[in-house]
């Protein structure tokens, strides 16, 4: 939690002002019973309206004057919270921007929402809090309990009694409810995990019929929330009721002892008023106390979650060095095994791969054999575990991350597009392509005619995550997107199963015929997709079974043979492979 304070450096001025106002509001109010008492001692005594109304005039003064200072701090802590809260999600978002695909992995989409989001405001507001309460209250009880010493020891004793007991009520619940609310934020998580699964694959649910299941396990989640807040809730709300019944037992007790010295004509009336406005004043500052600590428990709790996050040290390191001029094209798998965190065995195992600037590559194999996880090495999503990837001749884990994503372009299995326009998505690798540009990478995509449909064109809206597209139009715009990049390698990740076959190989044919040939990885399940590759590789169980050319690995490669007859039979697949 003391690590986020650096994000409040750049408000060190509103960080002291709002709580000098604060300071300065507490003050006058602790004026007020004296100007009470003496109105109650000499003026009403004496009946002296001037000095009685001369007396009213102050406090009003000073009631003004507390407002203006309290308004002021209002500001100050405001400004104060809302600037920490931005510069924390700024560095937040960079941060994991920084991290590895890996790391992610880890941490999970869930929690890194509810971070990024419910715990940040829970800071934001206890900043806000802090900032105008945590002196003031402080000063205030401690402020009264002196000015009871002025007035009478004896009194002043129970001043001290009841600041004591309070302070045992209050830091016994503090510590009892950090790691409940701590427990509270992480289920939260397990809720908008629970909320995000539903939301995004809701038309599988629907083809399964699986509604009512998912909504009787998003109730257990949630109700299993509400059960761990309302413990909480239960304990942090007995405090309020707690320090109610010793404030009211001092009441009592100081009415008493005021009433027998009054009578004995060791204390006025007026001292008995002003020490039960002190009184009064302790109550509310401890409540508001109170109330503070359970808000900054919440806020210590969430800030300990946020400090995990920036705690996370990459697990990629980024290289120093850029891609040559010569051979940038070129890739390169030597000896290469890659295994996930946590796994029980090596996703890839000994591939050893070398390819030509603007070779196609084909990779094929069954689920699960390995195909985006090697393709996913290139721009370095992920590091091998064993052996080497070299893009240009260099290690990629000795190239800058910028300098070697500038030169892949990655089309994935799924096609994400981004709240916008068509041109403002087609841009995101070349923000200063021309039209003509985009209209050349639409049509090699075989998208024009998406385009065209449009009435604004380039400038039709894309809704978020493109859902006013079909699959087959989301694939072909993500595909013009990457070529709009002109990059030196493009990975195909499986981005043209929404496609039909015409369309498909029309597709390929236009990038082979490219003036600017990028050396091209098509992953893909059809052997339609790869058969006029320069080579194919096959992938079976992370190992390599075949490589060569489509008819060469008919005759040679059994895993192959197998793949293609299951889609055109054994007769036809002989007549499409010769």
């Known amino acids: ?93 960079r941060h994991i921007q920084s991290l590895s695909h890996a790391n992610l992995d880890a941490l999970g989409t869930s929690t890194l929402i509810t971070r990024m989001t419910s715990d940040v ?14 002196l003031r209250s402080p000063f205030v009880v401690f402020g009264a309990m002196v000015m009871a010493f002025t007035i009478d020891v004896r009194c002043a004793l129970l001043f001290v009694a009841v600041i004591l007991a309070l302070c045992v009520i209050v830091f016994s619940i503090m510590l009892i409810t950090l790691p409940q609310y701590r427990a509270v934020q992480g289920q939260l998580d397990s809720v908008t995990a629970a909320t995000r699964e539903n939301l995004s694959g809701v038309r ?38 707690l320090t109610y019944v010793v404030i009211n037992a001092a009441v009592i007790a100081l009415l008493h002892t005021g009433a027998v010295r009054v009578s004995l004509g060791t204390l006025t009336q007026g001292d008995v008023v002003a020490l039960y ?15 503070l600590i359970i808000l900054l428990t919440k806020a210590w709790a969430c800030g300990d979650r946020v400090s995990a996050v920036l705690d996370v040290r990459p697990a990629q390191q980024d290289g120093a060095l850029t891609l040559p001029d010569e051979a940038r094209g070129s890739v ?45 090495l290139i721009p370095r999503f992920y590091d091998a575990t064993g052996g080497r990837v070299l893009v240009g001749g260099v290690d990629v884990r000795e190239l800058r991350k910028d300098a070697l994503r500038a030169a892949v372009a990655v089309v994935p299995q799924k096609a994400v597009l981004f709240k916008g326009t068509i041109r403002g998505n087609l841009r995101w690798g070349n923000p200063d392509a021309t039209d003509e540009e985009l209209y050349q990478a639409l049509a090699t995509a075989q998208a024009l005619d998406v385009v065209r449909a449009k009435p604004d064109g380039l400038d ?119």
């Not at 405001?121 to 945590?134: F, I, T």
């Not at 509400?226 to 309020?240: D, E, H, K, Y």
């Not at 070779?359 to 996913?376: A, D, M, P, Q, Y």
């Open 1 to 93: 939690m003391k690590k986020l304070l650096v994000y409040l450096r750049g408000y060190r001025r509103e960080c002291v002002l709002g709580p000098l106002f604060k300071l300065l509001e507490a003050s006058f109010e602790l004026i007020i019973p004296l100007i009470v008492a003496d109105i109650i001692d000499r003026g009403i005594p004496a009946g002296d309206r001037g000095y009685i109304a001369a007396r009213v005039l102050l406090m009003a003064a000073l009631g003004l004057t507390g407002f203006l200072s309290a308004v002021t701090a209002q500001y100050f802590a405001a400004r104060a919270a809302i600037g920490f809260s931005t510069r924390l999600r700024h560095a937040l978002m």
């Open 121 to 134: 405001n829970q800071l934001q507001s206890g900043v806000n809090m802090c900032l105008r309460l945590l």
């Open 204 to 241: 599988v649910l629907r083809a399964f019929c699986k509604e009512d299941a998912e909504v009787e396990k998003f109730g257990r989640r949630n109700a299993t929330l509400t059960r761990m807040q309302l413990f909480v809730g239960r304990i942090s709300a007995s405090m309020n009721p």
């Open 277 to 291: 406005n002190y009184m009064s004043q302790i109550l509310v500052e401890l409540i508001k106390m109170a109330n």
């Open 332 to 376: 390169a798998f030597e000896d290469v095994s890659m295994r996930y965190a946590g796994a029980g065995a090596d996703a890839l195992e000994h591939v050893t791969l070398r390819v030509r600037p603007g070779e196609t590559i084909g990779i094929i194999g069954g689920t699960g054999s390995g195909k985006t996880t090697l393709v996913n």
């Open 460 to 578: 039709a809206v894309v809704e978020q995550g493109g859902r006013n597209f079909s699959g087959g139009q989301r694939q072909r715009l993500t595909i013009a997107r990457a070529l709009v990049k002109r990059p030196d390698i493009l990975i195909l990740d499986d981005s043209a199963s929404a496609l039909d076959y015409a369309t498909d190989a029309s597709l390929r044919r236009a990038i082979r015929q490219m003036d600017r040939r990028p050396t091209t990885f098509i992953v893909s399940q059809r052997t339609a997709s790869v058969r006029f590759a320069d080579r194919i590789l096959v992938l079976e169980d992370g190992c390599v079974a075949g490589i060569g050319t489509h008819e060469a690995l008919l005759d040679t490669c059994p895993i192959y043979r197998e793949i293609h007859e299951s889609q055109y039979g054994s007769e036809e697949g002989s007549r499409h492979g010769r």
